[in-house]
């Protein structure tokens, strides 16, 4: 069975003054052990959201890596100087895709960066508004897994048990404007299937969570979860709001607890 994962992404907000205290806020409002709860920080957060998440169960990321170990490459960070900070880690989101021009290819080596360095990546995918109304989503994002795959030299399913997809569409992203259920569900069996049709197994590509993300809240999470190839939600906005973020994994723990029922 796969896990219900919720992560929080808070993008450029939060100081390192007033982070720690809204992890603390998001921990006490979200207690459970039914839903694996991950919280990605700026960088200059990540020491003092640590701290604040110590006992919590609630795991830290990262938003962004550099693909190499080291070098003269000013104002990045390495996968290395999140040890002891982060275990989880944000790859490819449409934000940097757009500002910082990365690439499928650019994004694979993250990808393999972050794998090589026991960090969990959050391999975010989507289309752009475009592609979906030309009828292309699917392509697009078949397209975004396999490219990915090859550049981070992951066409085997050797890390099955450590990626985890994000399916973001771009024209969801912080517009209030939500993807329906049945259009995130089918979008997950597409990306489970890019993956076999790259040379993963079966059974490798049915272990990959893959959430939804794209203006999700209390109120509409539930319209993902009701879906069985739905693992969870990669939130924005809403993560920075202690109570919206209550009512998120409150709904995730009821669907980890059916879907556990189910499985007997
Ligand atoms: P949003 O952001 O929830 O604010 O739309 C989601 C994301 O960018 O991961």
Redesign the pocket.
Known sequence: MRPIIIAA?WKMNTTPSDAGPLASAIAAATATDDVVRVICPPYVCLAPVRDALAGTGIAVGAQDVHPLAAGAYTGEISAGMLTGLATWCIVG?SERRRDQHETDELVGRKLARCLESGLRPIWCVGEQLDEREAGRAEAVVREQVERGLVAGGMANGEWAGSVVIAY?PVW???TGRTARGADAAAMADAIRSALEANGWTRDAAATVPVLY????TAASIGEFLAEPAIDGA?????SLKPDEMAGIVARAATTAAARRAAAG
Not at 234 to 238: D, M, S, T, Y
């Open positions: 992404n989101h973001e969801a992203i912080g993300g794209g203006s999700v990669l939130v924005g906005g809403a």
